[in-house]
């Protein structure tokens, strides 16, 4: 084979990947903070669940916090980037859970409430799941 045939054969391989290459989003510096969070029941207890997507852009910890019934429960993501926090001896009833997390500043922003009713099952049971982008 030639070098001329192997130019050819090069430039048509490579063809496509410069056209795929040339429409392909420019990466952005900016990430907006995403979190998703849920509620969970069992009999008389309440989790709520917290999970950064995409973290605040600075250093750890991540503070989330969670209140509901008069009670207000707050989780620190250091190294990990989701965790929960429970409500015991809840009582039986409709009831909200509101939540808030740190965004890139620094500061709490609300990411939502869920409803939801008590008692629960006697197993682990998910009510509700909500996503946020805070930034």
Known sequence: MDGQRVRRAAIALAAPLVVLTSMAPAASADIETTVSWSVFTKEDSVQVRFNYHEPPDRDSPYTCVASMVG?????DMNTVTYGAVEFT????GTHT???TC???DGSQQ???RILFHLPGPDH???ARTQHAVID
């Open 110 to 112: 609300s990411v939502g």
């Open 97 to 99: 859970v509101g939540a």
């Open 71 to 75: 009670a207000t429960r707050s989780l």
């Open 89 to 92: 001896n809840v009582s039986e």
């Open 102 to 104: 740190e965004n890139s």
């Open 124 to 126: 682990w049971h998910l």
